[in-house]
């Protein structure tokens, strides 16, 4: 629950894959739940940030722009934008204001909830982009690394990802990636990208022990969030090659099936995962600035994304994994590939 930690800080400092990150606010129980969402990247060293993110607890300040007109909508905001300057409204609960060539955000709102969500979106995004920029994508998948490397399963949200990251934890030998999106490289392998583990607040029963904040979300129904400070150990922290690409589907059967397919069955669900990003955080909001210009400067990345993904098709067996209704069954299944 926001304000459940004890420990609280105004500065928050990250390096993620070497973009600097600091965060700063006069809300601890705001900034203490970026820094649980980030816990992984935290690298206090007071260098110069390359993107700063300021949170101000008070009422958002429209007035200071009056000026500006919409640029576009999406489900959560309305984007207001001029001069290399984007303000996004969250429909009157809170206020970003992001100058761009500065690489620094201000929100303002007094919803602990909500900016904790602008906060964790902006810094997604900003990160995304910088991950595509050095060539280490994120792949939309869950991570795994066994005795000989790694396995990502490709599964749409909500397709059951979080609840093996959860059974994975409690096995020896094998270690977390990431819960929802590693990095995969032009030689296919995967880089550790672990960020908190969230389920359905009907599925409390699955998560193990530890520290469980709840997330209200602007979208979505509510989630529980297993944060992963005491599982550090648990935690793959080098490149792996990519052994297996597992296709994951669900289905009403009691019992799971793991079966060989053509690497060709991989491209589809790699250019969804991947390439596009379907399941993958962007942040419209905040990278659209100059239109369909920044539209057109999406092709380099959708391109350095095929590469990297080609890579680890070459080098990798495919599989398919046909999930049913028993835990167990779908761990054993899977289990096969981590041994």
Same mark, same amino acid.
């Given at each position: ?11 928050l400092?990250?390096?993620?894959y070497?973009?600097r ?15 649980s ?10 260098g ?60 303002q ?5 909500l ?20 060539? !280490?994508? =994120?792949? +939309? *998948?869950? @991570?795994l ?7 990502? &399963?490709? $599964?749409?949200? /909500? ?6 990251a ?22 296919g ?24 904040r ?5 979208e ?40 060989? !397919?053509p =690497?060709? +069955? *991989?491209? @589809? ?8 990003? &379907?399941? $993958?955080?962007? /942040? ?45 069954s ?10």
């Amino acid at each position: 629950m926001i304000g459940s930690s004890a420990e609280k800080t105004d500065r928050l400092e990250l390096d993620v894959y070497g973009l600097r990150i600091t965060a700063s606010s006069d809300w601890p129980e705001v900034l203490d739940q970026i820094r649980s969402d980030f816990m992984w990247f935290e690298r206090p060293d007071g260098g110069q940030p390359d993107a700063e993110l300021v949170i101000e607890h008070r009422p958002p300040e429209y007035e200071r722009h009056a000026d500006l007109e919409t640029a576009f909508l999406t489900p959560r905001n309305v984007v207001y934008r001029r001069d290399g300057r984007s303000v996004i409204d969250y429909f009157g609960a809170a206020l970003s204001v992001l100058d761009r060539s500065a690489g620094r955000l201000l929100i303002q709102g007094e919803d602990p909830h909500l900016v904790h969500e602008a906060s964790y979106h902006f810094l997604l995004s900003r990160i995304g982009e910088h991950l595509d920029a050095i060539g !280490l994508p =994120r792949l +939309h *998948a869950l @991570g795994l690394a066994g005795g000989d490397g790694a396995v990502a &399963v490709l $599964l749409p949200s /909500g397709g059951g990802k979080s609840t093996l990251a959860l059974r994975a934890l409690r096995t020896d030998g094998v270690r977390l990636l990431s819960e929802d999106s590693p990095l995969i490289d032009r030689h296919g392998r995967l880089h550790p990208f672990p960020l908190r583990v969230g389920v359905n607040p009907h599925q409390a029963e699955s998560l193990p022990p530890g520290r469980v904040r709840r997330l209200e979300r602007m979208e979505f129904h509510p989630k529980l969030l297993l944060d992963l400070d005491q599982y550090r150990d648990r935690i793959e922290p080098a490149p792996q090659a990519l052994r297996h690409l597992v296709v994951g589907r669900r289905s009403l059967a009691a019992e799971a099936r793991l079966e060989r !397919l053509p =690497r060709r +069955h *991989a491209v @589809g669900p790699l250019l969804r995962e991947a390439v596009i990003g &379907v399941g $993958l955080y962007q /942040g419209m909001e905040f990278v659209l600035q100059r239109g369909a210009l920044d539209v057109a400067r999406q092709t380099k990345p959708a391109l350095v994304r095929g590469a990297c993904c080609a890579a680890g098709l070459a080098r990798a067996s495919v599989w398919r994994l046909t999930l049913g209704r028993e835990l167990e069954s779908n761990w054993a299944a899977l289990e096969r590939l981590l041994a």
